[in-house]
């Protein structure tokens, strides 16, 4: 595979800088707690039931939490609280949820078992838990052993496609995915419906209706599991399956797509701050405990930052995308997670009508390749410059897998003829996989049998990019990530942090929280 000749130590420095930035954003992990965080803990512990509110089913472990929280007593961690229940009562952590979510006890009235043996009793369950998501990661990676898998996180074997379903019905989505598999796609992501980032709790059970995607929950991740496990048996290879997690339920949805053998999440540090408004320090406290349990499931996470040039122009701010994904590395390291396990993405987004826009793009393509060898890099096709001519966006999108195969991009999500129209049809994605199957068998091997001329165009922009990114990253460290964020450093938008949503779900930790997870994860 072809190689850009590019300055070691200037991409050593911008990950020194990153270690620097990452510095105080970990201090504040370490003594906070967000109430997504106290949910999800109950979640691993196998509470996953709702009651009936206003019509609506609403989970357990937010009445729980949520009790706690309005009682000023959260900071000592849900376990406390919910393990001495389950010690006073001797009840069953499924029995207690449901008995405290109809206000039948009140967990704060209880008497109180000793620090010792609540501390004994909490970290028993927890590690109860953690062996059961280490038997659902050794469920799926026998699946994988057993059917062909294409993946290989170096993309040495070409590019993964990869496809989208949207219909808001989980079940049509699963008949979407299947259709899709049998074109040619190796994952396939369920889009999630709009605005679910914004709601502070995860919808129970399986769900028909949603706007622009299908809501995430723990029934409709089954679904799609057992559907794509099935195809793929039928198919002779393994079909990976993506969701969402991020927004205000990020450590929720890991523990979730953890459960039920999820194979990539989206997850990033930043996402949720820069373009759902969600506070900086719920989302940053809540990505490093996901992360946690993402790395144990040995899932592949995706980070964000081809939206970044959705807002800001691809090619006066390429260099943003690059120090983003430096922090994001930094930030995944802190959480124990692997290089193999870091989807860092990107995307083809500069205006078509740009003089030698393809280099310039190329250039990008395989500068985030050689920075991050070990990654399952995921590149995400034109978006921002399509419009209703289907024709010419197939043709962007037949340029966009070229570059793909020529860089040896890892995860390539395959763009829409449709893109700039409507949720996909069936025969779009048809279209689309045809497209880039032909391009990726064609072009399989072009990337080693050529190089980059030392000092051509291609080398010159991608050393420009990596030193406007090293002056970004030595800006970043010196005004602090917050401020930096205020003062627009990625994607021209501005977050204050105190304001966004989310904020009231920080809570500070008391001196002797109780969370063993954060040990044994």
């Known amino acids: 595979m072809a190689h850009l000749a590019l300055d070691k130590q200037v991409v050593n420095r911008c990950r020194d800088l990153a270690l620097k930035i990452a510095g105080p954003i970990e201090g504040l992990i370490a003594t906070h707690t967000t109430v997504a965080i106290e949910r999800a803990t109950l979640r691993l512990l196998g509470v996953e039931g709702a009651v009936k509110h206003a019509g609506q089913w609403f989970p357990e472990v937010n009445v729980i939490v949520e009790d706690l929280r ?200 930043m996402y949720g701050i820069l373009f759902r408004d969600i506070n900086m320090k719920r989302t940053l406290v809540d990505q490093h405990f996901s992360r946690r349990i993402i790395a144990l499931s040995k899932i592949v996470i995706h980070t964000g930052e081809d939206n970044y040039l959705t807002t800001a122009d691809a090619v006066e701010n390429g260099h943003q995308v690059l120090a983003s994904q430096f922090i994001n590395e930094r930030f995944a390291l802190h959480a124990k997670m692997s290089e193999d396990l870091m989807g860092l993405g990107h995307a083809q987004e500069m205006d078509p009508e740009h003089p030698n826009v393809f280099l310039l793009e190329i250039a990008r393509a395989q500068m985030t390749r050689d920075i991050f060898p070990k990654s399952p890099i995921k590149f995400m096709p034109p978006t921002r410059h399509k419009c209703g001519d289907i024709f010419y966006s197939h043709l962007m999108d037949a340029m966009f897998n070229f570059v793909g195969v020529l860089t040896g991009q890892t995860i390539q999500l395959l763009g829409m003829p449709t893109e700039a129209m409507h949720t996909p049809l069936l025969q779009d994605r048809w279209m689309s996989i ?39 990253l030595e800006m970043i460290e010196k005004k602090g990530l917050f401020r930096a964020i205020e003062e627009r450093a990625f994607a021209e938008v501005s977050r204050k942090e105190t304001g966004g949503k989310g904020f009231d779900g920080v809570i500070g930790r008391a001196p002797g929280y109780l969370n063993p997870f954060f040990d044994l994860l």
């Open 70 to 269: 309005k009682e000023g007593v959260l900071g000592s961690g849900v376990l406390w609280w919910f393990v001495n229940g389950m010690i006073q009562e001797k009840m069953t952590a499924s029995e207690l949820a449901s008995a405290v979510a109809q206000r039948k006890i009140r967990l704060t009235q209880l008497p109180e078992a000793s620090a010792d043996e609540l501390t004994k009793k909490a970290r028993d369950l927890c590690q109860r838990a953690i062996d059961l998501l280490v038997e659902r990661r050794k469920q799926r990676d026998a699946l994988r052993a057993q059917l062909k898998d294409p993946f290989d996180p170096e993309g040495k074997n070409g590019p993964l496609l990869y496809v989208i379903v949207a219909t808001g019905n989980i079940y049509e989505d699963a008949i979407q995915g299947r259709a899709a598999a049998q074109a040619g796609a190796d994952a396939i992501a369920v889009i999630r419906s709009t605005a679910q980032s914004l709601l502070d709790y995860v919808p129970h059970g399986a769900t028909t209706e949603g706007f622009g995607g299908t809501y995430a929950t723990q029934e409709n991740f089954k679904i799609m599991r057992e559907a794509l496990d099935e195809e793929g048996r039928k198919l002779g290879r393994y079909i990976r399956l993506t969701n969402y997690c991020s927004g205000l339920c990020m450590p929720e949805i890991a523990a979730l797509g953890a459960m039920e053998r999820l194979d990539f999440l989206l997850n990033d540090a």
């Open 434 to 472: 045809k497209n880039a199957k032909y391009i990726f068998n064609g072009a399989k091997d072009l990337g080693s049998e050529i190089a980059y001329r030392p000092g051509g165009m291609i080398e010159k922009w991608a050393d420009k990019v990596l030193g406007e990114t090293l002056s970004h």
